[in-house]
């Protein structure tokens, strides 16, 4: 029997029960039960109710209207996520300003809510789209000589405020094995402002990363002022000790505790976000890929990675008996850090800079693997 069924013969009976003696209310009882599967107790209560008082109402949620359930809303979260290549939904909603300018798709309605949206509801909007990443990469670093005395070890941080002072590293496109000469990309960046550079080189010899290093001391939109590295032999050597020391205003050369990681916290999280999620694992083993890759990490690459994603930074970490407190700031583009190139800026669109490093990783993956047959 439906529920509409169960309330019509509740209303035919209910009035012939409250008027019956009470060996005929037993009877009356009992027929009901059989009728409509109910409690005893709660036939006896609902049989002496008065009329209406459990009929169910219409439900009603309290809040306010939903407003971001728009699929334009959607689409356009969905196409920035996988542009700024799967960023947090912070990060998202601090790049909607800087990207949704140049996005002509959208309307007025759709940018006033994507201008409105809240990070957790940007986290609601993509869970049913997220994919997880886990995958780990290699680590390539080998032991310096004995040169090592001669570089400090960084045993405090540089004053954060002020730009020029780099952590550096280096990646490899090795694929699964590390025999061989294959590329590897240096990766750096500023404690200050996040401003990161990434230049490629074939194998990891002295010449080759001082190249890449000077390259990168050129691209910056500041003076260097001290330089921090792990304890791998492309850098404690005499040629990178020379070029920063032996200089008319020297750089504090410093490295970082041996099999300490964390040492370098800032460029070794820029080696997952900035390299890994982009070019991925695949074994780099041809020469020509070299200048491919140059080509892109000094053209649309930094424009796209220094003005348009926002990274956090950490402001203070505090131990509360056994639980450590970090708290970050707003996310901020390295740009919106050193607010000194805003005509360079306003000439920037940043979904035309992803087309062009989406088609430069293509050709570049696509003569890797041509390479391996």
Known sequence: MS?????????????????????????????????????????????????????????????????????????????????????????????IPLWLPHDQTTSAQTRKLLLSISAATIDRRLAPVRRHHTKLG????????LLKK????????WDEHIPGFLEADTVAHCGSSM??????????VDIATNWSEQRAAWGKGEQGILSALKSIEAALPFRVRGFDCDNGSEFINWTILDHYTKRKRPVAYTRSREYHKNDNAHVEGKNWTHVRQYL??????????????????????????????????????????????????????????????????????????????DKKIRRILTVASHSRT
């Open 3 to 95: 529920n509409s069924a169960k309330r019509e013969y509740l209303e035919t009976i209910r009035a012939r029960y409250r008027l019956a003696r009470k060996p005929i209310k037993k009877l009356i009882l009992d027929e009901f039960c059989d009728t409509c599967g109910y409690h005893r107790k709660y036939a006896i209560r609902i049989l002496n109710a008065r009329p209406g008082r459990f009929v169910p109402t219409k439900i009603t949620t309290s809040g306010r209207r939903p407003q971001y359930q728009s699929p334009d809303v959607l689409a356009f979260l969905k196409r920035l996520w996988k542009a700024s290549n799967l960023a947090c939904s912070k990060r998202l909603k601090a790049m």
């Open 138 to 145: 290699l680590a390539t670093t080998k032991p310096g000589s």
């Open 150 to 157: 001669h570089i400090p070890i960084k045993t405090n941080q």
């Open 179 to 188: 025999a061989g000469m294959f590329a590897f990309t240096l990766n750096s």
């Open 280 to 357: 991925g694992y695949q074994r780099f083993d041809d020469p020509a890929i070299v200048p491919m890759l140059n080509d892109l990490y000094t053209t649309e690459w930094r424009l796209l990675m220094n003005f348009f994603v926002p990274s956090v930074k950490l402001l203070d970490k505090q131990r509360v008996k056994s639980r450590i407190i970090k708290t970050y700031d707003v996310p901020k583009t390295p740009w919106q850090r050193k607010l000194e190139l805003t005509k360079l800026f306003q000439q920037l669109n940043p979904f035309l800079l992803h087309q062009s490093v």
